[in-house]
C-alpha cells in the first residue's frame, strides 16, 4: 500500500486541454514535492509547497497544498506535448521523504 | 549546472554477478540516497548517507550495500545479482542545510537487467 495516492494511474489528452492529477495520503507532511520524469531520465524537482493551503504557480502549471497538508493537485493548463512524463509527489515527514507512484501523462499533438 | 551523475544508462549482468552502481555528485551536497523504480511501486529507498563513511538502510536494503568513501561519491553494491534486482536505479542528493523541505536533485538513472 503506497503511502501517497495519485491518481489517476494514467492519463491521456489532446494538446490544448487542461488537466489536474492528484496526489493524496492520511498522513500529514511538513512538505511536499512534485517532480517530472521524462522516459530514461531522473525525476526533476518542480516545485515544493510547505503551507497548508498554498499554491505556487509555474507558467502553466499551478500547485496546490491541502489546508491539512495530507494532500496535493496539479493542474495543467493548456497542455502541451512537452508537458508528457511522469508526475511523481513526494511528502516528506520528519526524516523521511515517501514518493507516489506517479502519474503519467501523454499529450497528444 | 549542478548535476547528480551516474556511471551508466544502462547495464545488463547475468544472475550471481557482483554489480557496481556509481553515483557523483559536483554539488558539496553531505545527503546522497538510492533508490529503485518500478512500474506501479513509485520509488523505494534501498540506502542513504548523510556523511563520509556513514550508512543507513532504507526500506529494502536486502541484497545490497554501499559506500560511501568520499564526500561526492556513493556507490551500490549488488553482491550478487538476481533477476528480481532488475529495476532502475536511481541516485539522489541533497544539502544538509535544506534537509527534506526541499526535495532532491536526482541523477540519469541506471537502468539494469539482470539475465
Known amino acids: 500500500t503506497q503511502l501517497l495516492e495519485q491518481s489517476p494511474q494514467f492519463l491521456s489528452i489532446q494538446e490544448g486541454e487542461n488537466l489536474t492529477v492528484y496526489c493524496n495520503s492520511s498522513?500529514?507532511?511538513?512538505?511536499l514535492q512534485w517532480y517530472r520524469q521524462e522516459p530514461g531520465e531522473g525525476p526533476v524537482l518542480l516545485v515544493t509547497?510547505?503551507?497548508?493551503?498554498e499554491v505556487k504557480k509555474l507558467k502553466r502549471l499551478t500547485f496546490q497544498f491541502g489546508d491539512a497538508r495530507k494532500d496535493s493537485s496539479l493542474h495543467i493548463t493548456a497542455a502541451q506535448p512537452g508537458d508528457t512524463g511522469l508526475y511523481l509527489c513526494?511528502?516528506?515527514?520528519?526524516?523521511?521523504?515517501?514518493f507516489g507512484a506517479g502519474t503519467r501523462l501523454t499529450v497528444k499533438p | 549546472d549542478v548535476k547528480v551523475t551516474q556511471s551508466s544508462r544502462y547495464l545488463v549482468k547475468r544472475t550471481g554477478e557482483k554489480v557496481f552502481l556509481e553515483c557523483v555528485q559536483d554539488?558539496?551536497?553531505?545527503?546522497m540516497f538510492w533508490y529503485r523504480q518500478d512500474p506501479g511501486l513509485g520509488l523505494r529507498l534501498i540506502y542513504f548517507?548523510?556523511?563520509?563513511?556513514?550508512?543507513e538502510k532504507g526500506d529494502i536494503p536486502e541484497g545490497y550495500s554501499v559506500s560511501r568513501e568520499k564526500k561526492e561519491r556513493f556507490s551500490l553494491i549488488l553482491e550478487s545479482a538476481s533477476t528480481n534486482q532488475t529495476s532502475m536505479y536511481l541516485c539522489?542528493?541533497?544539502?544538509?542545510?535544506?534537509?527534506?523541505?526541499?526535495?532532491?536533485?536526482f541523477g540519469s538513472g541506471t537502468r539494469l537487467t539482470v539475465v
Open positions: 513526494a511528502g516528506a515527514q520528519n526524516n523521511d521523504m515517501r
Open positions: 498522513s500529514v507532511f511538513s512538505s
Open positions: 509547497v510547505v503551507t497548508g493551503g
Open positions: 554539488m558539496d551536497h553531505e545527503n
Open positions: 548517507s548523510y556523511d563520509v563513511k556513514m550508512k
Open positions: 539522489a542528493s541533497n544539502s544538509l542545510s535544506q534537509g527534506l523541505f526541499y526535495g532532491y536533485t
